[in-house]
């Protein structure tokens, strides 16, 4: 029927012009209808009119003279980045990559698995295409754990973790003691003997036991004289 529909990222700079009045028309935002112009970046758009193959066929020559810069995250909750998108051979482009949270940082761009830059924000001119990968690595605590005596029970759960990880310390007593409570500095954290918490930095704590009185019983002796 003469429309052709594509879906497509584009800079500014992409021109196309008709001689009989063919429109492109932006079908998901709502733009004024042209018959000459730049296509907007990030729409989709249906070619209308007779010669909309002409036009489809001039979009596709178009498009081989530009290159596409494909950017991801590793891994995927690592980090966002910015910058992709289809650019003219010679510009320069810059792509940013940015950790979301404390729990990660920036690591290194790769491309194939080569190391392309060190940097955050990597800047170069545009030759080809390129599919580069934002490399995050997630930010590692120390969790230590103690007990208080000494012989009042054992800790588990101390070691490294990574930041936003959920852990639980476990506190068991020995034999002839019971457990108070897990404390670290000065202040009790928890009255549990199983503790859990998101970790968001390095963490010190301390089981403390108490020893169970004895109770000792002296029998009264009667003694009866005959």
């Not at 790769?110 to 940097?119: H, L, P």
């Not at 199983?194 to 009264?220: C, W």
């Amino acid at each position: 029927n003469g429309n052709h529909i594509f879906a497509a990222t584009w800079t500014d700079g992409v021109f196309l012009s008709t001689n009989d009045g063919s429109n492109w028309t932006p079908v998901n935002n709502g733009l004024t209808i042209v018959s000459t112009g730049t296509l907007a970046i990030n729409n989709n758009y249906i070619f209308v009119g007779s010669s909309a193959n002409g036009i489809w066929k001039r979009l596709l020559s178009e498009m081989s003279t530009f290159y596409s810069v494909v950017t991801v995250s590793n891994p995927s909750n690592g980090g966002t980045t910015n910058g992709a998108g289809i650019y003219t051979p010679g510009q320069r482009i810059t792509v940013t990559a940015t950790p979301p949270t404390i729990d990660y940082y920036f690591v290194n761009w790769t491309e194939g698995g080569t190391i392309v830059s060190i940097n955050p924000s990597y800047q170069f001119d545009i030759s080809t295409n390129r599919t580069l990968a934002a490399n995050f690595s997630a930010i590692q605590y120390n969790v230590t754990t103690a007990s208080s005596p000494n012989n009042g029970g054992t800790t588990t759960g101390r070691g490294s973790y990574n930041s936003g990880s959920q852990v639980t310390v476990v506190a068991t007593p020995n034999s002839g003691y019971n457990f108070v409570n897990w404390v670290e500095g000065t202040g009790e954290v928890s009255k549990n003997q199983n503790y859990q918490f998101i970790l968001k930095g390095n963490r010190n704590l301390v089981a403390n036991f108490v020893q169970i009185p004895i109770l000792s019983v002296t029998p009264d002796f009667v003694t009866v004289n005959s």
